[in-house]
């Protein structure tokens, strides 16, 4: 098993995209998730560890080996493609076999392994069948047992549940996840999903721009947000984010007149942006907590929970609520001001509060 | 606002003018074809009775006889087989790998059209002299076995395959080509193994297109195989020594390849030059 290694890769498109200085380790037998809006080279920083694209500078580095520069294919790696990418001419059993075939494996030990990695995948259906007679979610079983045939110790995924229904997703998400802590390979799965990255992710790359915003697992992500890209970008529904201003007289952070209770840390600008997830927001009072007055407008049945639309003074601002609200009504919210997050309206970056 | 009756009239008039256009199509279509065939099984004396007969009102197999008796008759037909098939191949074989440069790489795309665009605009009878003095220095002008006049069609054919198997290389996604790479496969290999087998039936499509424009070209024909001809000029022969029997009765056989491969393949050939190839 190896680890891979990223450093300093840059790789730039006339178009304007790319990634620009990269360095990530991905510590073997990890399901590292690559989460980005479209377009912020997630999936390019894939190609480039793949070896269908090459660095204009930078290594990579597999097992502390050095990868080659040019075009050479990678044995450690194998990759599923969004829309799988089968050979559509032959049958699943030749698909899968494909790999092994190029490397002139003996017929009986293609066999059994074709049938050990199909079992591995989950895959149930006849071996003689061709990819267009399956469903989306038995194509991608067929595409993970390829990539899984010739034992690479790195599985790159790009987008590969994005084209199934979402119960189907889900379940599959689920198989993934044990799939990977069964075969102990190393995944690196490109998403655009937050819902999916929280869920797979040991460890989840937020990227914007072609650069890395925030490395950390999903919890560390989640609730300690570096920046109020991956705070807005991360979570369902979105955070709120207010730009507050120090009152002159408290010290403390007030949006719109109301009052947050917050004080930022010495030096800090004046006005700073203020960040607050829609599930920190209860209707139940408690000791120590932040308080804000609201008016809902209107109010949507998630299944669980409620989420709520409201104005607080002109900003918008959402709750998830465990029980029905009136539309129209005045409504106290209470937070724990610890899970408020606080931002640079200038750089974005995270700021911590006195 | 239109009446029943008046919408009526106009779907009559609309379906008189299709039968009509149908029946136009139909008879100059076949029209020629029924002369020859008429002119092929009729003695030689009723054919330039006047005024024409429209049905013969003797039939004869002499002229039939008279091509098959014919000693050059036989290796006219093995040579045209052997031409067609080798420059059918030999086109096909470059066109694929020419439209599926074209098909992957803009570079490849606008050199390869202009190229191709550039070989079919140009006048043929101006290269002709030069393609001879080529072809007797390097020894293989007017040979017995047709193989100068096999290249000289294949380079003719190289833009007709090309074109016709472009589009369906366009179709192959190209993520099915990076999965063979990944998965370790050379770019020859990914051609041989991915490429050819999904474009299968655009190659088929092509190998007959070329077959055909090779069974019945004549102006290189003529000037490369002098002496040992093919088809065509042997046609020309005939006709030019006012054998018009004969001439139709060979004129018939000619058609037999392609009449075959319309039958045989009709649907399919024909789904594969109209569709564009989409799979």
Request: neutral net charge.
């Amino acid at each position: 098993m190896a680890d891979l290694v990223l450093r300093n890769l840059s790789r730039s498109f006339p178009s304007g995209g790319g990634v620009f200085d990269i360095s990530i380790t991905v510590q073997s037998g990890e399901f590292l998730v690559l989460l980005g809006p479209s377009g912020c080279g997630k999936t390019t920083l894939l190609r480039l560890i793949a070896g269908l694209e090459f660095p204009d500078s930078g290594e990579i580095q597999i097992g502390g080996v050095k990868e080659a520069a040019n075009k050479t294919h990678r044995e450690s790696i194998a990759m599923v493609f969004q829309n799988f990418a089968l050979y559509p001419h032959m049958t699943l059993f030749q698909n899968i076999a494909f790999p092994l075939r190029l490397r002139h494996v003996a017929r009986e030990e293609t066999e059994r392994r074709v049938k050990e990695s199909a079992a591995k995948a989950g895959l149930t259906v006849d071996l003689k069948r061709f990819p267009r007679e399956l469903s989306g979610g038995e194509r991608q079983r067929v595409a993970l047992a390829r990539a899984l045939v010739r034992e690479p110790e790195i599985i790159l995924m790009d987008e590969a549940l994005a084209s199934l229904d979402a119960q189907l997703r889900s379940s599959l998400r689920l198989e993934l996840k044990e799939f990977q802590r069964r075969t102990g390979r190393t995944f690196v799965y490109v998403t655009h999903d937050q819902v999916e990255a929280l869920a797979l992710a040991d460890r989840l790359v937020v990227m914007r721009k072609g650069r890395v915003e925030q490395v950390g697992g999903p919890q560390e992500i989640f609730d300690c947000p570096q920046s109020e890209f991956v705070a807005a970008f991360v979570g369902n529904p979105p955070m709120n984010v207010f730009l507050a201003e120090k009152a002159s007289t408290s010290g403390s952070l007030t949006v719109d007149g109301v009052d947050f209770k917050i004080k930022p840390a010495e030096g800090s600008p004046a006005e700073i942006r203020v960040g607050i997830r829609p599930n920190d927001l209860s209707t139940e009072e408690g000791q120590g907590r932040g308080s804000i007055e609201v008016v809902v407008e209107s109010v949507q049945f998630s299944g669980a929970t409620y989420i709520v639309y409201a104005k607080l003074g002109k900003s918008p601002i959402c709750a998830e609520l465990p029980r029905r609200v009136e539309v129209g009504a005045r409504l106290k919210l209470f937070f724990d001001t610890a899970r408020v997050h606080l931002f640079d309206p200038s750089t974005g970056k995270r700021i911590e509060p006195a | 606002m239109n009446t029943p009756a008046r919408g009526d009239r106009i779907e009559c008039v609309l379906q008189a003018a299709r039968v009509a256009l149908n029946a136009f199509v139909l008879i100059a279509a076949t029209l020629p074809l029924y002369l020859l065939a008429k002119q092929s099984v009729t003695p030689e004396l009723e054919t330039f009775a006047w005024p024409p007969h429209w049905m013969p009102h003797h039939l004869t197999l002499a002229h039939f006889i008279s091509v098959f008796a014919v000693n050059e008759l036989r290796s006219a037909v093995l040579r045209s087989l052997g031409v067609a098939t080798i420059s059918a191949v030999i086109a096909t074989m470059l066109g694929a790998m020419l439209a599926h440069a074209m098909a992957r790489s803009s570079f490849a795309q606008r050199v390869g059209f202009s190229s191709v665009s550039g070989i079919r605009l140009l006048p043929m009878i101006a290269v002709a002299i030069p393609l001879g003095i080529i072809l007797a220095s390097v020894g293989i002008y007017d040979t017995p076995s047709g193989i100068g006049l096999a290249i000289v069609h294949a380079a003719l054919a190289i833009p007709t395959a090309a074109l016709t198997l472009y589009a369906s290389f366009v179709a192959i996604p190209l993520e099915i080509e990076e999965a063979a790479w990944i998965d370790g496969a050379s770019p020859l290999r990914i051609f041989l193994t991915i490429d050819l087998p999904l474009a299968r039936a655009s190659i088929a499509t092509a190998l007959i297109l070329c077959f055909i424009l090779s069974w019945d070209e004549f102006g290189f024909a003529l000037l490369v195989q002098q002496t040992n001809r093919t088809l065509p000029p042997l046609l020309y022969y005939y006709t030019v020594f006012g054998n018009v029997g004969p001439a139709s009765a060979l004129a018939l056989l000619m058609m037999i390849p392609a009449v075959c491969v319309v039958v045989a393949l009709g649907p399919s050939l024909r789904g594969a030059l109209t569709a564009g190839s989409s799979r």
